[in-house]
């Protein structure tokens, strides 16, 4: 159980182009899920936190014009990088949280690796 | 400043060998301390969590200990198996204003085991 999805697990783009992030719990139910940055051979950096039917919380630095989170259900969160540049190559996680642990557990997905040309 | 510091940064080892990571840290107020495993290219994976009033927690060959007095944590690995290169991340959950979490994470370990 407690199984995170991530599509797609690798993604090339050029520069100026958007990209959408998938991230769903496929056996529970996730109130809030987050997305994280990581760069090589660098700690995971939360990005924003997602609330279903909510917006977005994002963590200072971060721009949410650039990085759009919708989170419409409780199975699924979406991130789009809007007008990629080089420098926002990075290797982006989400996790999900299910409902009633106090904030206990976060499960993580794989992972996508973005690359912008 | 919230800060958790991990060491060894790497460790390569020979397989069958055990092995312990090292985590200290400066967070408050403390809610509970994880360890994860991280493959290549992979999401983070939770070995085990922790908090203020655990000493120890195993689970199979890893078992982890908490000295929330000394803020110091350790990761021992038994019974080392190829499997096991990956990075191990220690993560400390500060409680937040509404009863919300913020994770601080560590840099990682960098583990090889060898054959």
């Known amino acids: 159980g407690a199984v995170v999805s991530q599509h797609p697990s690798w993604v090339i783009c050029k520069s100026g182009t958007s990209v959408k992030i998938e991230c769903r719990s496929l056996?529970?139910?996730?109130?809030?899920m987050f997305w994280y940055r990581q760069f090589p051979k660098q700690s995971l950096m939360l990005m924003a936190t997602?609330?279903?039917?909510?917006?977005?919380?994002?963590e200072q630095g971060v721009e949410k014009d650039k990085f759009l989170i919708n989170h419409a259900s409780l199975t699924l969160s979406t991130l789009t990088v809007t007008s990629a540049h080089p420098e926002d190559s990075s290797f982006y996680i989400c996790s999900a949280q299910p409902p009633l642990t106090g904030g206990y557990e976060q499960y993580f997905g794989p992972g996508t690796r973005l690359t912008v040309t | 400043k919230n800060q958790v510091e991990q060491s060894p940064q790497s460790l390569i080892i020979l397989e069958g060998k055990n092995c312990t990571l090292q985590c200290n840290y400066t967070v408050s107020p403390f809610s509970n301390l994880r360890w994860y495993k991280q493959d290549t290219g992979r999401g983070p994976v939770s070995l085990t969590i922790?908090?203020?009033s655990e000493n120890t927690k195993s689970n199979g060959r890893y078992t982890a200990t908490l000295d929330a007095d000394t803020k110091q944590s350790s990761l021992h690995i038994t019974a080392s198996q190829l499997s096991d290169s990956a990075s191990y991340i220690c993560v400390v959950s500060s409680r937040r204003a509404g009863n919300n979490r913020k994770l601080i994470w560590g840099l990682g370990t960098s583990l090889a085991v060898n054959p």
């Open positions: 997602s609330n279903e039917g909510s917006k977005a919380t994002y």
């Open positions: 056996d529970f139910q996730a109130t809030t």
């Open positions: 922790m908090t203020f």
